[in-house]
């Protein structure tokens, strides 16, 4: 089964962890978060993990203990958890639909009770119990910029290296020494086209 992916395939920042933390709208300290926030810059949010929609709804009434979620969905993950995504400003998804991981599922929004655009992202098990939604992702528990845990995929692949030294070869790169590279300030169109035929496999 495949891991987890960020719900976002953009750049993310993490703008409040899983646990206790001061609560952004009535100021208590020691308010229990559980979920993650997390803001992706162009606001489409996909699922971080295959499997069937089990809930795609907006909740206003307040005495519906989930409204301050707003707008969100719901996927039960084919690994069992229950993935919410929550304060969407517009869902893409319908309840009982099969998405797979990477899917959209809406945008970036802040239905419900929100302070600003973010996506609330919880997980809970089958008994629904949280899980600490940054270990979900492999991510780090804290504000910042998240890196995607490394895989195959984020490492040069052999012809990416090929290419690029060929490129270096005939002078197209240019490099201090340090592992920066550029473009050559005399580099021709005909030599960049040239160099971007061979590195996505032309004449091959």
């Not at 206003?60 to 690994?79: A, E």
């Not at 804290?142 to 995607?148: C, L």
Request: proline residues 3%.
């Amino acid at each position: 089964m495949a891991e987890p992916r960020l719900p976002f395939a953009c750049v993310t920042r993490l703008t409040s962890p899983y646990g206790y933390r001061t609560d952004p709208i009535t100021g208590e300290a020691n308010s229990w978060h559980g979920g993650i926030d997390l803001v992706g810059v162009d606001g489409r949010i996909v699922a971080a993990m295959g499997g069937t929609v089990a809930v795609s709804q907006i909740v206003t009434d307040r005495s519906n203990p989930t409204w301050q979620w707003g707008n969100y969905v719901c996927v039960l993950g084919d690994d069992g958890n229950y993935i919410y995504y929550c304060h969407m400003a517009d869902r893409a998804v319908s309840a009982g639909q099969r998405v797979e991981a990477g899917q959209l599922l809406g945008y970036m929004g802040r239905t419900g009770l929100a302070t600003g655009n973010h996506l609330h992202f919880e997980v809970r098990t089958a008994k629904n119990q949280q899980r600490n939604a940054a270990d979900y992702l492999g991510i780090a528990n804290e504000a910042g910029t998240v890196t995607a845990p490394a895989d195959e995929d984020s490492n040069p692949s052999a012809w990416a290296r090929e290419a690029v030294e060929w490129a270096r070869g005939q002078g197209i790169l240019c490099g201090d020494g340090t592992g920066g590279l550029h473009l050559r300030e005399a580099c021709t169109r005909e030599m960049a086209i040239t160099f971007l035929y061979r590195a996505l496999g032309g004449g091959r």
